[in-house]
């Protein structure tokens, strides 16, 4: 498969590769006035192969964030889900493990994954924004082989084609965290589940961008623990394609009082990291040929 050869590969790094093919979904766009805005404490499922490109990510089969594939290669996640206090402190790559193509959470069907399963995806890489961001790379050691429910996202290739603000957002926050019951009890979700949000632009600064979730008559929703990495998915108005914005990092966790987050911004800085530090297997890309 040969890269998009509009893409900047300088810039946009080894994700030019898939510029052509990202963003795909078996549920396609969704319309606004046939859709129920959700939360994912207790919010709307997704459906298997609606977001092909969450990943569910643990540390050592204990600690649980959320991720979303951006290659074949690669996934993004929040950084703060794979260092362990400091910067200069990751967890090993080995003690990473990748849940992907599904839409079961982990959390509340531990059982049915088996370490065989967590085997077939290792982690050789984790690259941290060199900004200090709250938003890492991780290289897998294979490629992944993409089918139905899974996929790429598109990287933000052109984010003057993506509506955040106000109603017309189609925004999702996706994530495999946990949902509050009756008595404020934190209880694992059983589905990955879909939050439709908005920018909410009284909260950002030069790392991260905030979001709010979109009201209806069920009132406000927010994200909880285990939602961390999750991708913020918009499609490109032109062509549909869902593009991770950013990825969950802070916020007003499992709350409905006040339920702006974060989210981690992209950039090109980041990006770049896949031609050298985080590039597929060993050494450097070069970036005079489009990409095989």
């Known amino acids: 498969m040969q890269a998009d050869d509009t893409c900047d590969q300088r810039k946009y790094g080894y994700f030019c590769k898939f510029r052509q093919t990202c963003g795909n979904s078996n549920q396609g766009s969704q319309n606004l006035d046939e859709t129920t805005s959700g939360y994912i404490l207790s919010g709307d499922n997704v459906e298997l192969g609606e977001f092909p490109s969450l990943a569910q990510l643990h540390v050592n089969y204990k600690g649980h964030c959320s991720a979303v594939i951006v290659s074949d290669y690669h ?20 003690d990473i493990r990748i849940v992907v193509g599904q839409v079961k959470s982990f959390l509340y069907h531990e059982k049915d994954f088996s370490k065989e399963y967590y085997n077939q995806i290792q982690v050789a890489k984790v690259c941290a924004h060199p900004s200090g961001n709250d938003v890492v790379i991780l290289t897998l050691k294979t490629p992944l082989t993409f089918d139905e429910y899974v996929q790429p996202a598109c990287w933000p290739f052109e984010s003057d084609k993506i509506i955040t603000k106000g109603r017309a957002s189609n925004c999702y926050q996706v994530g495999a965290g946990y949902r509050v019951r009756k008595g404020s009890s934190v209880r694992p979700l059983e589905v990955v589940q879909k939050l439709r949000v908005q920018e909410h632009e009284n909260a950002n600064n030069d790392n991260s961008r905030a979001f709010i979730s979109l009201r209806n008559g069920t009132g406000p929703g ?49 990006a770049r990291l896949t031609l050298d530090e985080c590039a597929p297997g060993l050494g450097k890309l070069d970036v005079s040929q489009p990409f095989d």
């Open 75 to 94: 996934l993004l996640t929040a950084s703060h889900c794979v260092f362990r206090g400091g910067a200069l402190d990751p967890v090993v790559p080995e």
């Open 222 to 270: 927010a994200i909880c623990r285990g939602d961390s990495g999750g991708p913020t998915l918009c499609p490109e108005s032109n062509t549909g394609r869902w593009t991770v914005i950013g990825v969950a990092s802070r916020g007003m966790l499992c709350t409905h009082d006040d339920p702006w987050y974060l989210s981690a911004r992209l950039d090109s800085e980041l």
